[in-house]
């Protein structure tokens, strides 16, 4: 193998067209965060990194794995040009050869960054590497994800670069459902300041960070903030307000009413003991532990908004009970020709559903926003029931930021 020479690296810049040497100082990015992206590629694969900077002369990285040694000098350059990464490659080995005789027992590799390597660039730079660079290993870093190292024990660290697309067919950023279970819980924390808590069983609190309403609804910080960057997307968060404050909120509570419009699995039951049914109600939410309570016509009479009467009470629940289920043993399927004392509902947005849900002399009923959102598609007079509620109450809400 020939002796690494300038001459031999002029020759073969020649070679290549080269017309001249290229600035030093023209990295892709500052020097520390090629060291850095160096450092990092070692370290994914299992090499301790020790950042050595101005001791032992000036060297940028000592790197060891296994018994093995090297002191790293690291280059940087915007354009992967061969003429103009040559002579910037062979000043690193150059350095790293010096680093290697000043520091006993290591051995030198020199690596150059680049903005966005290609496999004939790397062609390239392997020719000059196996030719002029003896005894000295050499790698190319790119921030496209491309790695080629020459000489062992680095060419474990050999990668492909990523595979880039053009817009048009990156798929489409995920869009946050605004109105999942817990960003409706999350909406009504936001509003409840301007709800009476026998309305509305939320916190109350002067929300002003993402961080605030994340703790005050039990869910992560992560899921709070997207929550609030998606309100700020469809424009319904005051940006000028010092903390999260809801605007637009006729269009808004009419986008949460229509997600809210979905089909809920229900069951007619009737009580086994033939005795009040108030009382057997109340018993049977009782044993429910919290994850049960009126809703539609029955949870508007107790929020006393009541409008229409004749229809049997819903119950909330998470799953529609088995037979085997001892909790539900106080009352049975309902056959087609009884009148049901109970309609058991599956609720479609549990957390938003029991959290919000207001408690009444031992009776659990859904909360006024819940009540508006279902009795609205319900067969028997549902709209005049969810109209009402919004006339008596609900418009005020609405209304408060309407701007």
Not at 181 to 205: F, V, Y
Request: aromatic share 6%.
């Amino acid at each position: 193998m020939a002796m690494f020479t300038i001459t031999a690296v002029l020759a073969t810049m020649a070679m290549l067209g080269a017309p001249e040497m290229p600035n030093v100082d023209s990295s892709v990015a500052s020097h520390d965060q090629a060291e850095a992206l160096v450092a990092d590629v070692m370290r994914s694969m299992g090499w301790h990194v020790d950042p050595v900077h101005d001791s032992h002369d000036g060297a940028d990285l000592l790197v060891d794995k296994g018994g093995q040694r090297f002191v790293v000098e690291v280059k940087s350059l915007a354009e992967a040009r061969a003429d103009r990464a040559l002579p910037l490659l062979s000043l690193a080995v150059l350095q790293a050869k010096a680093h290697a005789r000043a520091m006993r027992g290591a051995r030198p590799l020199a690596v150059l960054v680049v903005g966005r390597a290609s496999p004939s660039f790397a062609k390239h730079l392997r020719f000059f590497a196996e030719n002029y660079a003896e005894g000295v290993a050499v790698g190319v870093v790119s921030e496209n994800g491309f790695r080629q190292f020459i000489g062992q024990p680095f060419e474990d660290l050999n990668a492909q670069p990523r595979i880039e697309r053009w817009p048009g067919s990156r798929s489409a950023p995920a869009v946050v459902n605004l109105f999942s279970d817990l960003n409706q819980w999350m909406l009504k924390i936001l509003l409840a300041n301007e709800i009476p808590e026998p309305l509305l069983s939320a916190p109350r609190i002067d929300c002003r960070s993402g961080s605030e309403l994340a703790a005050a609804a039990g869910v992560s910080a992560m899921s709070a903030s997207r929550f609030l960057q998606q309100l700020r997307s469809d424009g319904f968060l005051d940006e000028s307000s010092a903390g999260p404050c809801l605007v637009r909120r006729k269009e808004l509570f009419d986008r949460w009413r229509a997600a809210a419009m979905r089909p809920t699995p229900e069951i007619a039951v009737r009580f086994v003991l033939r005795a009040p049914v108030r009382q057997q109600l109340r018993d049977l939410i009782a044993k429910q532990s919290g994850e049960a309570c009126l809703g539609l016509f029955a949870a508007a009479d107790e929020l006393k908004l009541g409008h229409v009467s004749g229809v049997p009470p819903h119950l909330y629940v998470p799953k529609l009970p088995q037979s085997e289920d001892r909790k539900w043993r106080s009352v049975r399927p309902a056959a087609p020709s009884e009148a049901p004392d109970l309609i058991l509902r599956q609720a479609t947005f549990p957390e938003s559903t029991f959290r919000g849900a207001v408690h009444r002399e031992g009776i659990i009923a859904a909360d006024i926003i819940q009540t508006w959102l279902d009795v609205g598609s319900h067969p028997a007079r549902g709209q005049e029931q969810a109209e009402l509620i919004y006339d008596k109450f609900l418009r005020q809400v609405v209304e408060q930021g309407s701007r």
